[in-house]
């Protein structure tokens, strides 16, 4: 992740040169540099995974947890951004061998697709991450007009609203989608999981234990 780090610090010192351009007075004090790196870095985050398709299950799994690192971790706004975005991409690529789907398809399309060619126990796990997508949609599109108005009035009362109970439920539910998808990606390639790549069964082995694998092969047998 320093890579990532010496990017976002490039990428500010750009529009710090651009800032200092426009607004001629001295008012980037050390509190307001630092909250402007915070927006930057909120911004950077959205813009990344709303413009981008990973080649593979793995590099979205990894990239989604890599960027705790850098993300804005009280905002749980951000946090439900890349839950939503994060099972988007990972849908896709379940239902991408379709030949009716591309990265332009409707999301719900792409649920369509799954259900009817899985199994019963990916259908249910499918039922659990297409409940979880519903709900980031409707938080990620609520007009919070009481939560708009804070920014303007400087970070504190900004950080009072983002509550620890909020974040709290943010991340577990963010965890409990990697954790959901991640078995689905391994149940509809089972069959085949010696035959898989490294990276990808470096993932299935660390998020699911060898116990809940063995446990999930003895109920679909």
């Not at 010496?6 to 800032?19: C, M, N, R, S, V």
């Not at 439900?80 to 690529?93: K, S």
């Not at 509550?163 to 149940?187: G, H, M, P, Q, R």
Request: aromatic residues 10%.
């Amino acid at each position: 992740m320093n890579s990532v780090n010496k990017k976002l610090e490039e990428d500010y010192q750009q529009l710090f040169i651009l800032l200092k351009k426009k607004y001629k007075k001295q008012i980037f004090d050390e509190d307001t540099n630092s909250f402007l790196k915070l927006i930057q870095r909120g911004i950077w985050l959205l813009q990344v995974f709303s413009n981008s398709i990973e080649d593979s299950i793995e590099q979205i799994i990894v990239n989604s947890l890599s960027l705790f690192e850098v993300i804005l971790i009280k905002n749980h706004t951000l946090i439900n951004y890349l839950g939503r975005n994060t099972i988007e991409n990972i849908v896709f690529l379940l239902s991408k061998d379709n030949k009716e789907i591309n990265a332009e398809s409707p999301v719900a399309k792409m649920f369509t697709t799954l259900f009817h060619r899985s199994n019963p126990k990916i259908k249910n796990y499918l039922k659990k991450i297409k409940g979880r997508y519903e709900t980031y949609c409707e938080i990620v599109h609520k007009k919070d007009k009481v939560h708009n108005e804070s920014i303007t009035n400087g970070m504190k009362r900004y950080w009072e609203l983002c509550t620890n109970e909020k974040v709290k439920e943010a991340l577990d539910n963010y965890f409990l989608s990697i954790y959901e998808c991640v078995t689905i990606f391994y149940l509809e390639n089972m069959d085949k999981f010696d035959k898989m790549s490294d990276e990808d069964k470096i993932i299935i082995e660390v998020l699911l234990p060898e116990d809940y694998r063995k446990e999930i092969k003895n109920i679909i047998d």
